[in-house]
Every structure is written in C-alpha cells, then in structure tokens.
C-alpha cells in the first residue's frame, strides 16, 4: 500500500492520521469494538518510550512491580468520587468459571484502590516509607468514542504509585515525576509540551491536585500527554493507609500516582508527521537508519551487498539499523515504504556508490532533493550521528515554533471564540467552574492546564471580566 498517496494532513487530518496507523503497520483494529492490535512495528516504538521511561523511574529511586487485573467492586466504591469518576467507563465481570460471582470484579481502569489496599498491608512505620513503585500494564476503559492509540478500550501505559510521610514530599513528588514526563517528551520525543495544573473539573477523579503535560497536535489541537496526580490523603483515609510516626503517634499517608500511555504514539505521529506518513524522532525510531542497497544484476548484487553489510555492521555497532533485503521492489517503492514508516535516516548504495567509496543519505525531515546527500563511506558512523543529532534537533524546532505561532493572548471574548477554533489561547481565568463550564459550552474548548510558568500580576477573566490572577491555557482537544 506504500505506492498509494495518502489523504492530505491539511484537507482531512482525522484520515490522514488514521491511514498513516494502518499503512505504517503500527496497529490495527481488533475485533471487540474499541480495541487495538499493536503491530511488532508499532510495538517496538513503545518499548523504546518504555525503556527510556523506565530508565528515568529507576534513577529517582523507583521500582516495578505488577499488581493483579481484576479489583473487587467494593475497593473503588470506598472512595466516592474516584468511583464516580471512573463507574461510566467500567467493565465489571460478573460471571466466572460458570458461576455468578459473590462479589463483581472491575477490569482493571487504574489501580489506586487495590494498590491502597496493599500498601495499608505492607505500610507500618515511617521506616517504611516512602514506597515508590510502578507498575507497566495494560487498563480497560470503555470508551463510547475510540480511535487507534488516542482512545481505546484498553491501552498500554505505565501508573506510578508512590507513599510519603508528609503532604510537602507528596508534593515533591508529583512535581518530579511531572518534570520527568516533560523531559522525556522534549529530549526524546522532540514534542514541546506546557506543564501545567489541571482545573477542578478537570482534575483526576479522587486527587487533590492534578498536574499535565499538554502538547499542540499538527491540527492544532490538544493532546493530553502524561498527568501527575496528587491525591493528598484521600486514598489513605478510604484504605487506612497509616504509619507510626518518630513520636509513636498514627498518621495517614499522603499518596500520588502518575501515567504515561500509548496515547502518546498518537501525539509522536500527529506532531511530527507529514503527508508521505510518519516522522520518527531518532532517539525513539524502532530503526534509526534503514540501510536500502540498489543493484540491477546478480554481478552488481554481489559487488553492493558485500559493501551494504559491512558499512551496516559498522553503523549497527551505534545506532538501531534495518538493512532492507526484500527482493521483486524496486528501490522507488523501497523509498515510500521507509518514508512512510517514517524511519529517520534512509542509507542509499548502489554500484557507482561502491565505485567511489560514497553512499547516499536522505534525511526523512527534509523531503526530496533538499534532504539527499552524498558522503564518504570513511566516517559515516560519525556523519550518520551528527545527522540524526540534526534531525532530532530540528523536529522539536519546528514543532515548537508551530506551537508558538498558533498560540495567541485575544484581547476580548470575541477574538477567543475565533483563537481556540483553530489554535490556543492563554488568557486570564477567574477560576469559577460556571464560567469555565460556559466557555465549553460555546466553544468547544476546555481548560487545558493552569501554566507552571505564569505570567505574575493580574488581569480580567477573559469571559466575565472579573479579577483573575492566572492565565489559563485553552484549546479543543482530543
């Protein structure tokens, strides 16, 4: 399919972007409505955010463990607004090895309730804490409107679940892992995203505050991209989470839990793709380099295959790299088929490439003539470095500069109504959930995040005019 041209990105985003899914082999659909089969392609993309996250987890002092996937129905009524939050999204097993079970069990949507189980088990002094663990699984959410990676019934993510003595380290905490998300999607990732806090209505069901990264899709749009949650003592107190203090005195925990899904595939692909399909950022490319070797005998296959293994052993030593063997395509076909699979740098050899001791490189982010060269075989581990070091730099550039020219500061209520249809706007909010309600309600759009960064001063609530002392993000969202 790699020969057929696909929709526009500027005339019909929503099947541009469900095309590239498919053609690219990442995922396809399942047969249980809602649900999504992960293609070894698109797998190997989320191992490398996996591992990448991971790494990071482990270096502040976090440790994986796995917890079960079936949750008593009674652990999540014992915190009334979680439950609330999550009950339209349920699915809930009433029926096992042919008998009606005593008590329903919920497929796993999060896992704060029987973690709070646990660790009131495991949690007995100040020794004890704090306990930081993570756990990489898959949740069910039974979504009524799904689309590939953005949306599913069931997705992939990692939930981080921490334990402290104090609300101060909670906090600290919730920030850390926040900044954590925030790194990894601008150095690894080259998605810019704004740190923020999420309004009350917002806010995860059951914390006390909830923190966003929120990054700007190439239809100007946004993507809720990881969140970190402070749920303060409210899970503690509902699972009698307590510990024995230095004074031998009982004190309730202060707990966060915090997530990163494969909804962020779908922010890599809308962010940086074009109309030719993907573009991977090099650092998490499944292949960084795809080496396609071109030859017309069996005498020049001979000549350009001997070369093409040795320089792909060379390269393979640094970098993640695909030699492309397929027989019966011609190297035009080869070309679409890597461009869009969005591979980062495609190596060219052919028999004059042989003959001069040189090799064609074409960068996937400069398409066409402006983005081919030719270069000594000699160093090419080094030029090849220096290049996807380019690109990776040069993705996030550009993703932020269309973040940035399609974010503006109206002036009037007016002018906001035009912004958030096509862009962002940043405005002053008064902080009432009525006129927060109300500006969804006439414009589609929502509060994406209370900025980190804040401008300082006051203004007037750029919907009712009264006194506002934070600027807001909006924008509609996926």
Partial sequence: MA?????SRSENFADWYNQVVLRAELADYAPVRGCMVIRPYGWALWENIRDTLDRRFKATGHVNAAFPLFIPMSFLEREQEHVEGFSPELAVV????????????????????????????????????????NLWNSVVRWEMRTKLFLRTTEFYWQEGHTAHATAEEAEAETLQMLDIYADFAEREAAVPVIRGRKSQ?????????????????????????GTSHNLGQNFAKAFEIRYLDQNNELQYCWTTSWG??????G???????????????PRLAPHQVVVVPIFRSEEEKSTVMETVERLAQQLGERFRVYVDRREGLTPGFKFNDWEMRGVPLRVEIGPKDVAKGSAALARRDQPGRAG???????????????????IQASLYQRALSFRQEHTHQP???????????????????????????AIKEETKATIRCIPLDQPGGSGKCIRCGNEADEHAVFARAY
């Avoid at 020969?3 to 929709?7: G, H, K, S, T, Y």
């Avoid at 646990?118 to 663990?133: C, E, F, G, N, T």
């Avoid at 060269?373 to 070091?389: I, K, M, N």
Wanted: aromatic share 8%; with cysteine; charged share 25%.
């Fill in 3 to 7: 020969d057929q041209r696909l929709p």
């Fill in 94 to 133: 009433t029926i096992g090895g042919g008998q009606e079970l005593e008590e329903p069990l919920v497929v796993r949507p999060t896992s704060e309730t029987i973690i709070g189980h646990m660790y009131a088990k495991w949690i007995k002094s100040y020794r004890d804490l704090p306990v930081l663990i």
């Fill in 201 to 225: 209505s917002e806010k995860f069901a059951g914390a006390v505050h909830s923190y966003t990264i929120e990054a700007m899709m190439g239809d100007r749009r946004a993507l809720q991209s």
């Fill in 260 to 265: 990163l899904s494969t909804r962020f595939i």
């Fill in 267 to 281: 922010a890599i692909i809308m962010v940086h793709g074009d109309d030719q399909g993907l573009i991977l950022p």
């Fill in 372 to 390: 081919k060269q030719f270069v000594d075989q000699a160093g090419l581990t080094e030029t090849v470095a220096s290049l996807l070091d380019e």
């Fill in 411 to 437: 002036e009037d209520y007016e002018a906001f109504k035009d912004v958030v249809q096509n862009g962002w706007a940043e405005s002053w909010w008064c902080g009432d959930a009525e006129c927060e309600a």
